[in-house]
């Protein structure tokens, strides 16, 4: 699970504990990057 949050023009992610995990120019971007992010955490 992870939650997106709109600030300033860009789109940051954080964890289910509310942990950022990195920021991305629109939710689509978001998106693929947390299937890249899933990808490659163990």
């Given at each position: ?14 964890d ?19 299937e ?7």
């Amino acid at each position: 699970m992870y939650s997106l949050k709109k600030v300033r023009g860009h789109v940051l992610v954080y964890d289910r504990n509310g942990n950022f995990l990195f920021s991305a120019d629109n939710e689509r971007e978001a998106w693929e990057e947390i299937e890249t992010y899933e990808e490659h955490t163990p």
